[in-house]
Structure formats: structure tokens, C-alpha cells
């Protein structure tokens, strides 16, 4: 997911001084990087960078100390920062934005090395962030209730009032917009937080805290847990954690809103999906293309919201794949911290695995493969070890079939052919998940006809996977709770207090 399509200049900002960045430990409590204090060496995690299949660097999960000491911490800073004037808070939260803009490179390229996604799209990724914490910094100072008018001169009033400490937990594969999608609204309606990155990618959480901490946001505000399943578990259920926003699967979510259920905590869900991209017959051939792998190609194709399953009108169809298997042939796989590289490396070996198995077994229930879908060894030695795998263009599918049904989460897509408007609508909403959807058509009526019977909380029209911080993201059914983006972001981080103020004598029969 984008915040904005297009080019992005190349900041030139101060290093950060990527060599010596791993030489600290990766908590961050209480405004400073801390060793886990119970570090329990079988806890231990290896980060690899995907493009080489080297160690990029070592942690290990945190436990009940570390989560308590964080959490500790984000309380203790909780007292100052949600008496902070917001207009402060607005302005810090704006300067961090200002200086992460100055340093796109880095925290691009460090991205890339945890990510293995392509350079092009971490510095967007980067850009994602700093347009979340322009967004909320800037809403910051409208925080407001409302006044009710009540019989008789008395009146009402409501105050929206942070929730306290909230708890983050992030996916892979947008490692930087997660914790900025999390923290920029917590933060800027007066809350702290305790996020904790995926395993899998752990860097670039601990620089955006760095980063905070440099802009002069108060120790504690925001703090970083590196760990597994069970830290997240252990943040999860912390009686100090008043509200949780989680990014993952299906499965994980679920026994979050458990944990969460006991503590009768709210929780913001952002899980899984399997959505549909309609293509109409009146739609501009190369648009659609363009937008086609726009839903499918992006960081490996390793997005929750993806159009994996595009459905195009069978009078066109045969145009659409000529031109789709060109242009997805032509992009060039390769070292994702160049410039002209348009497809990075899978997370890891284990999910690459996962994606050509989905591949594999869709051969077997009788899908063609059109190109992709194999394991690639690039030439560089360098990228030897790397987890590269062709984008994968499928047809001769049906609305049966595992990889049509199920979540890949690889540059997998699959080809389904329509003819009518009912049956597409139908055919579309017949999943469990409801993440996202997109329409193409010329018939702007159509779209919106279209639109509005989609069981999807994210949807476009003649786009895809573009995620402006104004617009609220998030999805129905399996896919989720709650909204990231938008003024309905405040909601999710406030609760309201009501006050009645009676100004009469009271006329009671006591
Ligand atoms: P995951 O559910 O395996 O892990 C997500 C996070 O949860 C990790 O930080 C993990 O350590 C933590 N975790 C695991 N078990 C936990 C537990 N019991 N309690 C607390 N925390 C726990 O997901 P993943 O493999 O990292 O990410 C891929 C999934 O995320 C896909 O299903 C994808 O669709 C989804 N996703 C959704 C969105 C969205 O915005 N809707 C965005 C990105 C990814």
C-alpha cells in the first residue's frame, strides 16, 4: 500500500550511521536502546536480509521484564505527555515528520535490507510515514467534544480523553508504515505506546523511535519491544495496556481479541484478505493493466489488501493478458537497493516456500501457469542465497480452487473471466475476508453501482493499493476491526467522556 504514486526525489539529509546502528540493542525503553533484561539465549532470532539470505543482525524475545519495563515506561511518560498542550504534541509529531523526510535514504535502504522489498518502494514506504505523521500531528489540535443543549439552561458537554498506554504490534512487510500508522494517531491524541515490530523485521521501529527521541518527544512516549508470539502475547494481555492495534493474520488476530476480551481492551484489527479487482469491458486496456499489477506486485506481492483475484470481462480478456504477461515478464528482478529494480526478494525462505507451494498446487487442480512462479537464483553472487521468486501471472482458474481462495501472500495472480455484472458481484463477495476491492470501467455509474454492493471496507476505482493518511483504511468481515487513516483513526485512540452540568435546583421527590 502507497500514500501516493510517482516519484520521490532522494533526500539528501544527515546520515544516520547505518554501519553502527547494530552495534546498540534493538529494545528501546524509556528513550534509550536496552539489552532484554531475562534474555534467554533459546529466545534468540536471526534477522536475515532477504535479498542474500545473510544475517543482518541477532536479537532475542522479550520477556515479562522487558514488556513490564516498557510498559512502565510508556505509563510514567503518560502522566506528561497527555497533559502536553496538543498544539505540542502537533508540533513535535510535525518536526519528527520534517526530519524523517530529510532522511528518506537511510530508512529506505535499511528497509530494504530487512525487507528485501525494492528501493523505489521503501523510500514511498518512508514518505507513507511522514504523510501519517503530518496527518495526526496536524489533527492534533482538533481534538474536541461537543456541547449539548439540555431543558431549562442546563447543558451537556463531552470530553475526548486519551486511552493511556496502547500496545502496537506489526506484520513484515510494511515495517515503517506500520509503527508510524500506529503510533502517529496514538501519539497525537495524548496516549503512549509499546509497539512491537515482527521478528521478521525489527530495524526500522527502533530508528523511528530513535528519530522521536531526537525531535524532543518525552522518554517513554514511544517505546519498542523486539519478540515473538509470546512478547506479543505478554503485551497483549499486561493489565498497564489499555488498547491494542494489531497488524497480522487471521489466526493471530483471533487470539488477540482474546487476550483482549479478558481486559475488555478495544482492539484495532488489520488482518488478512483475499480481495477481488473487476475489470470491465469499457476499461482503458493499459490502465487496467498497469492497475492489475499495482493489486499484485507490490513488495512481493506480500500486501494484505491485493487484488489477487482479477476478474476480467471476458470480451477483453485476451487483450488484458497479452499486455499484462509483457509488462510483468519485462520488470526486472534483481538487487532491491537499485534504482531500476521493480521486484525485491520475498520475505523468507519459508514464505517463498509457501508461495511456489500455492503455485505448485494450483498446477495440479489444472491452472496454467502464463509466466513466473519458480524460485530464481540471480546472477550477482552477491544475491545468491536470495529469496527471489518470479512474479506469477495464473488462468484456467476457477472460484474453487485453493490458490483462488486462500491468501498467498506472493506476487501470485490469478486470472478469472466474467461476462455479467451480477455474476461478477456475486462471484466477488464470495470470500470469507472483505479487505479491499477495486472496479475499472469508464461508466463511472457502473463503478459506484458496483462499489456499493462490495463487501470490502477499502475500495477503488480505476486504481489500486494507493492508502492516502486522509482516507480511512481497514476491512469487513475476517479482515478486521476498526479503521488506520482518517479522522475515524481519533475514535480508536480516545474514549469520550460525557458531562451533564445542571444549572437549576434540583426538582426531586428525595
Ligand atoms: P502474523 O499474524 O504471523 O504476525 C503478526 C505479528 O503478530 C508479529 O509481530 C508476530 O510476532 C505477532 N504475534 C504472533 N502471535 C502472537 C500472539 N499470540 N499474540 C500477540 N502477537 C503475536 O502475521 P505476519 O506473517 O507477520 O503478516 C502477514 C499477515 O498480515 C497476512 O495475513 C497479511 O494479510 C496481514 N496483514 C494485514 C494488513 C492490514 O492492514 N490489513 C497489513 C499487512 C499485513
Known sequence: MLSRLGPVVKASGMSRCMST????????????????????????????????????????????????????????????WSETPALVRARLL?????????????????????????????????????????YFGSLAPTLAGEHIKMPSGSFGYTIREPLGVCGGIGAWNYPIQMAAWKSAPALACGNTMVFKPSPLTPVTAV????????????????????????????????????????????????????????????????????SPLIIFGDSDVDNAVKGAMLANFLSQGQVCSNGTRVFVEKKIKDEFVEKLVARTEAMKLGDPSEDDTLVGATISHQQMDKVLGYVEG???????????????????????????????????????MTVVKEEVFGSVLGLLAFEDEEEVIQRANDT?????????????????RVISRLEAGSCW?????????GLPFGGFKYSGLGRENGTVTIDHYTQLKSVYVEMNDLDVPF
Not at 364 to 382: F, S
Not at 433 to 448: I, K, P
Open 207 to 274: 530508528m523511528l523511535a530513535e528519530l522521536y527521541t531526537e525531535c524532543g518527544l518525552p522518554k517513554g512516549v514511544f517505546n519498542v519491544i523486539q519478540g515473538q508470539a509470546e512478547t506479543g502475547h505478554l503485551l497483549c494481555t499486561h493489565p498497564d495496556i489499555a488498547k491494542v492495534s494489531f497488524t497480522g493474520s487471521v489466526p493471530t488476530g483471533t487470539k488477540i481479541m482474546q487476550d483482549c476480551a479478558v481486559g475488555i481492551k478495544p482492539v484495532t484489527l488489520e488482518l488478512g484478505g483475499k
Open 94 to 134: 510535525q518536526k519528527a515528520a520534517l526530519v524523517l523526510r530529510e532522511n528518506v535514504e537511510d530508512f529506505a535502504m535499511m528497509e530494504v535490507m530487512d525487507n528485501g522489498k525494492p528501493i523505489w518502494e521503501a523510500r514511498l514506504d518512508i514518505w507513507t510515514a511522514v504523510d501519517a505523521l503530518d
Open 21 to 80: 546502528f547494530f552495534q546498540e540493542p534493538l529494545n528501546f525503553i524509556g528513550g534509550k536502546r536496552v539489552l532484554p533484561t531475562n534474555r534467554n539465549s533459546s529466545e534468540d532470532f536471526k534477522v536475515l536480509d532477504p535479498s542474500t539470505g545473510h544475517v543482518l543482525c541477532e536479537t532475542s524475545s522479550s520477556g515479562e521484564n522487558d514488556v513490564d519495563k516498557a510498559v512502565a515506561s510508556a505509563k510514567e511518560a503518560f502522566k506528561e
Open 432 to 448: 470469507k475476508f472483505g479487505l479491499a476491492g477495486g472496479v475499472f470501467t469508464r461508466d463511472l455509474g457502473r463503478a459506484n
Open 461 to 469: 476505482i480505476n486504481t489500486f493499493n494507493i492508502c492516502p493518511a
Open 362 to 400: 494450483a498446477k495440479k487442480e489444472g491452472a496454467k501457469v502464463l509466466c513466473g512462479g519458480d524460485r530464481v537464483i540471480p546472477e550477482n553472487p552477491k544475491l545468491s542465497g536470495g529469496f527471489f521468486v518470479r512474479p506469477c501471472v495464473l488462468d484456467n482458474l476457477n472460484d474453487g
